[in-house]
């Protein structure tokens, strides 16, 4: 369960998402998110101190977002990260990285 609430001031778009930050939240954030851009807003605060989850689903929503808010030459800062998300997010750092580095690592071609 998740919920996502977006405040308007003549500053700044603040987003807070409380819950569970996977599929459904993810789509919810960047529903919020693409609204605010179509809006005029140029600087989007995510407050994401309540996310008690996060999966592959909410990291692709926080990636596309991030990417949105660059091409759209708007400012998207992240705030209050939770204790989830803050080891959800390292963990899955730590995973590409390996990835990246075993798809990096020559292939021994030689008959073993």
């Known amino acids: 369960m998740h919920r996502t609430r977006r405040q308007t001031t003549a500053a700044e778009t603040r987003i807070e998402v409380e819950g569970e ?4 939240g993810g789509y919810d954030l960047h529903r919020a998110f ?9 600087h989007v605060v995510f407050d994401l101190s309540r996310v008690t989850a996060l999966d592959e689903d909410g990291i692709h929503a926080l990636e ?17 990260s939770s ?5 959800t997010l390292r963990s899955e750092t730590r995973a590409r990285r390996i990835a990246r580095a075993q798809a ?4 021994d071609t030689r008959a073993g």
């Open 104 to 107: 990096a690592e020559p292939l």
């Open 34 to 42: 693409a609204q605010a851009l179509a809006e005029g807003a140029r």
């Open 83 to 87: 204790t989830p998300l803050v080891t």
């Open 64 to 80: 596309t977002c991030s990417a949105e808010a660059v091409q759209a030459g708007a400012v998207l800062i992240w705030m209050g």
């Open 21 to 24: 930050l996977d599929a459904v």
